[in-house]
């Protein structure tokens, strides 16, 4: 009985080492296969990285590849084209051109023509403001005798210094107080007491022209920067004149063109 129960006992733990064998070589196989799959799926993750194109090189495949169906298309187009259907786009980019030429030639004639219109009116307007500027023509500013002319090369003598010396316009010998007039229009310039020639009113006129008017008694009639006509009262005839003052009353005379004294006697009616 007990011999039974022994055998019983060695074969339930020889059935028991079976087991457990089997368990651990199914285990060792399993670790097999997984170890096996993960180093595959390695190898397969490798190469499929190994064979996949970038994003980068994708899209220029891609364009590369729509520029080659471009220039495909565009050398099938023109190869499709019949010699009257290239003749007949010839003729119609000639006339395209020959009239944006004719509008261009259009335009710059017209523009010439306004340009010459401009400058004939131009022209006419400077012809009629030189119509437009007065000549002038001084009047006497007093009737009188002419007592010392004008002389800036040959020499006059003066009574009062006593020798002879240049004279830069005219004596119009005047009783004291004679009036005085504007011998031309024009602006006051000023009225001063000059050191040789005595009370004088200088008179500016147009064209660059001054009137002088000295040796006076008086200057009531007008003031400085007024604007005066000719033959208008500006003062009175008097004897104050330092360097003629041994003279007859008179008055001293200037006409100035560009501040250079000229001969009043040619200009004088």
Not at 46 to 56: A, G, N, S, W, Y
Not at 68 to 84: M, P
Not at 148 to 176: M, P
């Amino acid at each position: 009985m007990k011999k039974d129960i022994h055998l019983k006992h060695i074969r339930e733990k020889h059935i028991n080492d079976k087991i457990i064998s089997y368990v651990v070589m199914g285990a060792i196989v399993v670790a097999i296969i997984i170890i096996s799959l993960l180093l595959y799926s390695q190898k397969i993750n490798q190469d499929v990285k190994d064979e996949t194109m970038t994003l980068d090189q994708m899209t220029d495949m891609i364009g590369d590849t729509n520029e080659y169906n471009d220039e495909t298309e565009s050398a099938s187009t023109e190869i499709g084209k019949t010699v009257e259907e290239s003749e007949e786009e010839a003729k119609q980019e000639n006339m395209q051109n020959e009239t944006v030429q004719n509008i261009s030639s259009n335009e710059s004639v017209e523009s010439s023509s306004v340009s010459a219109n401009t400058t004939q009116n131009t022209t006419s307007e400077e012809i009629e403001e030189t119509q437009e500027v007065k000549e002038l023509s001084f009047q006497r500013p007093v009737e009188g005798e002419i007592v010392r002319e004008f002389a800036q090369e040959n020499l006059v003598y003066s009574e009062t210094l006593e020798e002879w010396v240049t004279h830069n316009g005219i004596d119009i010998k005047a009783d004291k107080t004679t009036v005085v007039k504007a011998a031309e229009a024009g602006v006051v310039k000023s009225i001063k007491n000059d050191p040789r020639y005595g009370l004088t009113i200088v008179i500016e006129h147009d064209d660059t022209y001054q009137t002088v008017y000295s040796n006076l008694l008086t200057s009531e009639f007008v003031v400085e920067g007024e604007s005066v006509e000719k033959g208008q009262s500006i003062g009175t005839v008097g004897n104050s004149a330092v360097f003629e003052i041994a003279d007859e009353p008179h008055l001293h005379f200037e006409i100035l063109k560009d501040s250079i004294a000229i001969d009043p006697s040619i200009y004088i009616q």
